[in-house]
């Protein structure tokens, strides 16, 4: 273990330092430098400089914090015993000369001292590592709560400046992050907020909270927040309604129940009322909000008989109250079984992230999609019709293409395509084809099939004299549909990520596009398409009927295990896809050849119509 | 002063009971009933009976809640002992028989002895009243924190099961608020946090702050919160920078600034660094991180004396410091005029807040539009050229519109627009022309136009039957451009509100439509413009030009004053404007005649071409 900085964050020459110490280190592992240490609470190993000691141990508890930083790392730690929340392991990985932040979240997912991880992390030094690692939390039901720092372009550069590690881009560790069902967070507060909700392991995959309060504006805002959380508010069932209207007239009775400030003189109300509604078994949770009344001395014992009552009537389920009380107090409602939280509003979003863990959890690990047989990429930039032969290998729905070398043979492929056709200049070197007048669409008669033909190539001509121009394609028509766009792109860190988004202005002006690791199947490519905002285009509007979501689905998980298995020489193939999901287009870029301006051959690659 | 439940929220005999107290009041006014009460620690005047004093008094602060929940404003007021926040006034409005929370908001906004003003509210009675309110305080540069409970549906239904009030269209309040430059919070520890932020009176129209820190994991945390918060960081001026390298080589000096743990050992460090970025005079607010650090008895002490040094070389500019220390210590930071927060990304949420009030002081009330000259709506549903010739009064920019009763004027109008030309089927009972094919674009010959006057007519025929036929409207063909939604909205609180969107699935599927009271000027029409999501749209994309912003926003302020004049009659005028901004189509309703099925007479109402 290293303390001293010094070394990669502080220059070449600390660079230089630190990699003999690794090379000195051989099969030794080796925590830091630049690190403040490791604690065990449990082995009572203090292996760690942090000031935060000098103001108290940490509070006893299941939950393991894995942190790059060791200041903030130090942060969460003191903030966790400031809000009640009990931390048995810490490690922080400073410069990460070996052990990584990653590897620490694969332990502690595999130590049986820990349920709950909490991790800070500026940059991701080794993917599959960390992938590993998320697995197997996953696997084994313990939520990684994460504060990935430097999401912005201002934080991004802030973290240059802090570490040697290249922050990454945010929206494919934001994409990793989901597939995992990690949680993902802004501070240390509602990373604690969540692990203090999780440490009771309840992670319903149907997110339903009963909520009893003594105020109906806290009832108002916390359905609010519940309903951008996505924690549901069934109702409490008639039969149950019907006896809290008789013991109390004028209380709301559906869900937020309000027993309103009579149950601070009747302190069996809260009780009744509370039976009433777990009884129901319609609720995963139960929040329950009596604010500062809660910490006021004279109300506390009936209330906590109360609150007992009811969690005995129904012990499996998650019981949160939101008081405002003294440590004493709050102490007190623990002991009985219950979480405590000041702000209501906090509590729920604590209870939405149990909800998303739970479909996480549930869900688990998804199978593979089928492999492809061996193949192997072209050797040279493809044009567009060698580029679709390609996808249509990998099982790719693409359109019917004729690749034509005259005016004549452009006419033949358009009476076996049928009119209209589109016609497009097919060069490898082209890639922008619309830019230069490229590609003419709804091209309807023999004759302007011919004329379309000198067009396009007077157009080259002009505009690229020296492309290899391969011939004009002619293509079938696709008719109506919405226009897609899928595409790798090819991460440092991660291998190759599918994007999938609307066409047009919803990628460039809206970026309205998903991502996600390939490979991967049918089904987790519908999630995928599901998860655009732009959904509804596809669902069908304004009385235009939805598309195929399920050939959609079939092409993109394709396409995943294309990407995956062509490795790091693919690049961005574009493809649009109407209803019947087609690429209509396909651009296949191979990054070592990218750089060769001429190509060696001018002879079409596919045989021509 | 009315304390007892049981009225207006309690049913209809309530309801009657409350009316009665109403009138026999005469010109007595009276709060609540259903009211917690109002109490004003200066004049030491308590008339509730809320709990939260049992606990404790609150602290001496220039800070009144107006709330009209009872509870929820009791739990506030607790809530803000907690988070060592001064209360002065407390309102709680209840049942709002007389008094409402507009009422204290206006009250508190002329009260000298209030700086700040926290408001829970669940419905608006009474729009004007709310609206002179949020002037008054605006002009007086205090802020108004709003908790508007009921912004989701499920929050809307639990409003309306609790309290009488309605809880009205949200996206209307929202932009009520916005207009008058009020925070919306949705939780108690929010308003709290920026009330807080707020006691120092210091609104920075140029939200600028240096961050330091000894943390630099907590640095990027907060540039990530401050880049979403629209809060600036600019960096330190390079011969600071410089000064601040020799002091410690390994420091991070651009902003945020990371004077790392070497500041605990050499507490100098702390002061030095911090005076050289508040001399640079680049930042209103600075932001110091110094987590557990901060509340360590050994650190204390020398830490005060640096943080003082810092105030004062600028004594005016906002402190905030972010420390996880006991409540005694906290104090201390305080005395030496330091905010304190445990959560830096509350701080900079708070500090993010303050900016918004600068910018919205700064530019105070915006001037009127000039009025329109008197005018009379039609007496009857108008048809789409009366409605433009309507709108065309009111100085707004329609297209050229000819009103054809046979094909051969058809012919003739369409010499006159040139070709292509538009054709629609011209009557006031088809409102959604385009569904019955009543609609035809690009008409490119005097042939197509008269067969396009027979196919419309024949359409009509079959698909409406009983509709009024005023013939058919040949327009000039509007080319390229973007389409753009304006319309006016009726609110029963707040009157006529102009909306503006992009036309087609930007408002059907992404609701990306913006809404402003009536009537507005042209540069505050043009802020409405610019807030929409896909402004790109109209700044020009893929090489397209960029729209006439000006043309459009000088046509939605006139559309904004045609709807303030015309006051209840008028309803959704639809308009949608290309590049030079015209109205292409116009839909007038008039909320009275809608019932009526059928015209009196089957006249056109303008001259026909």
């Not at 931390?87 to 590897?103: K, M």
């Not at 690749?403 to 004549?408: I, K, Q, T």
């Not at 009476?415 to 830019?435: F, N």
Request: proline content about 5%.
């Amino acid at each position: 273990m290293i303390f001293s900085a010094g070394f990669a964050e502080a220059g070449t020459e600390g660079e230089l330092l630190q990699q003999q110490i690794v090379d000195s280190a051989g099969s030794m592992r080796i925590l830091g430098p630049n690190s403040l240490g490791v604690f065990n609470a449990k082995s009572n190993f203090w292996g760690t400089f942090t000031a935060t000691l000098e103001t108290g141990w940490p509070l006893p508890g299941r939950i393991g914090i894995a942190s790059q930083s060791g200041a903030y790392g130090a942060h969460m730690l003191c903030a966790a015993r400031e809000q009640r929340v009990g931390i048995s392991v810490f490690v922080a990985t400073g410069n990460e000369a070996d052990i990584t932040v990653a590897e620490a979240i694969g332990w502690m997912a595999k130590n049986d001292e820990i349920d709950i991880i909490i991790s800070y992390m500026e940059g991701v030094r080794d993917g599959p590592k960390l992938i590993s690692a998320l697995r197997l939390a996953r696997a084994a039901r313990k939520p990684v709560i994460m504060l990935k720092a430097g999401r912005s372009a201002l934080g991004s550069q802030a973290a240059k400046s802090h570490t040697a590690a290249l922050a990454g881009d945010d929206a494919v560790i934001d994409a990793i992050l989901r597939e995992f069902g990690v949680i993902r967070v802004s501070g240390a507060q509602e990373a604690l907020d969540i692990a203090k909700a999780a440490t009771r392991g309840i992670y319903p995959e149907n997110n339903t909270m009963g909520v009893l309060t003594v105020s109906g504006g806290a009832g108002i805002i916390i359905s609010d927040e519940a309903e951008q959380q996505g924690v549901l508010l069934p109702e409490v069932p008639a039969d149950a309604r019907a006896r809290m209207h008789d013991m109390l007239a004028y209380a709301s009775t559906r869900n937020p129940v309000d027993c309103t400030a009579q149950a601070l003189n009747e302190s069996s109300l809260t009780g009744n009322f509370g039976i009433e509604m777990v009884q129901s078994d319609r609720y995963s949770s139960m929040l329950i909000f009596f604010s500062h009344a809660g910490g006021v001395a004279s109300i506390v014992p009936a209330l906590r008989a109360q609150l007992r009552r009811i969690r005995e009537a129904r012990p499996e389920i998650l019981y949160i109250l939101s008081v405002l009380a003294s440590d004493d107090f709050v102490g007190q409602y623990e002991e009985d079984g219950f979480l405590v939280y000041d702000d209501p509003g906090r509590a729920v979003r604590a209870i939405g992230a149990l909800g998303r863990l739970g479909k996480a959890f549930a869900a688990g690990e998804p199978s593979l999609p089928p492999g492809l047989p061996a193949f192997a990429l072209p050797q040279e930039i493809p044009n567009e019709a060698m580029s679709k032969l390609v996808l249509a290998k990998a099982g790719i729905n693409v359109t019917q293409d004729y690749v034509c070398l005259s005016a004549e043979k452009a006419q033949e492929a358009a009476g076996q395509a049928g009119y209209p056709v589109v016609m497009k200049i097919l060069s490898p070197d082209i890639l922008h084809k619309t830019e230069i007048g490229g590609v003419l669409l709804n091209v309807g008669s023999a004759e302007a099939v011919a004329r379309g033909y000198e067009l396009l190539m007077s157009r080259a001509q002009k505009s690229a004299p020296d492309a290899r121009i391969d011939g004009v394609l002619v293509s079938q028509q696709v008719k109506g549909g919405v226009e897609c766009i899928m595409g790798i792109q090819h991460d440092p860190i991660f291998g190759p990520m599918a994007l999938f988004g609307l066409g047009g202005i919803h990628v460039e002006v809206f970026k309205d596009v998903v991502l996600r690791r390939c490979p991967f199947n049918v089904s987790e490519a519908l999630k995928v398409i599901k998860s655009i905002r732009g959904l509804a285009l596809l669902e069908g509007v304004r009385g235009s009927s939805p598309v195929d979501l399920n050939a959609l689905a079939e092409m993109l998980s394709r396409l995943s295990v294309f990407a995956a298995n062509a490795g790091p020489r693919l690049n961005n193939p574009v493809i649009a896809t109407p209803d019947g999901a087609w690429a209509v287009d396909a651009v296949l870029e191979l990054d070592d050849v990218l750089e060769k301006e001429e190509a060696d051959t001018n002879t079409p690659m596919v045989e021509p119509f």
